[in-house]
């Protein structure tokens, strides 16, 4: 079994920035890729950010050059910079693993950005 734990979160007004980061521990084998996904009220899960490993790294049109991911395999780490926040980015923030064929999701941690 995988667990991510993420943390970040938060209140925030628009211009702001905020840090989230997640924790992968457990059974961890072949890292295949970490990154970020979000919810926004009444829409569906999108894509923010994902790191392939060994690859390239992708940004949703909407949050490229404001938002910027970084990993530390040593530790199973992922992170996502949120700098220039707008209140459109608010959202359940979720982290996202795949280890082998096998997809793993955080609990999500909420972000508000107020205008």
């Known amino acids: 079994q995988v667990q991510l734990v993420e943390s970040g979160g938060g209140l925030v007004q628009a211009g702001g920035s905020l840090r989230l980061s997640c924790a992968a521990s457990?059974?961890?084998?072949?890292?295949?890729?970490m990154g970020w996904y979000r919810q926004a009220p009444g829409k569906q899960r999108e894509l923010v950010a994902l790191s392939i490993t060994g690859g390239s790294t992708n940004y949703a049109e909407s949050v490229k050059g404001r938002f910027t991911i970084s990993r530390d395999n040593a530790k199973n780490t992922v992170l996502l910079q949120m700098n220039g926040l707008k209140p459109e980015d608010t959202g359940v923030y979720y982290c996202?693993?795949?280890?082998?064929?096998?997809?793993?999701w955080g609990q999500g941690t909420q972000v508000t950005v107020s205008s």
């Open positions: 457990g059974s961890i084998f072949r890292l295949n890729a």
């Open positions: 996202y693993c795949r280890f082998g064929v096998s997809d793993y």
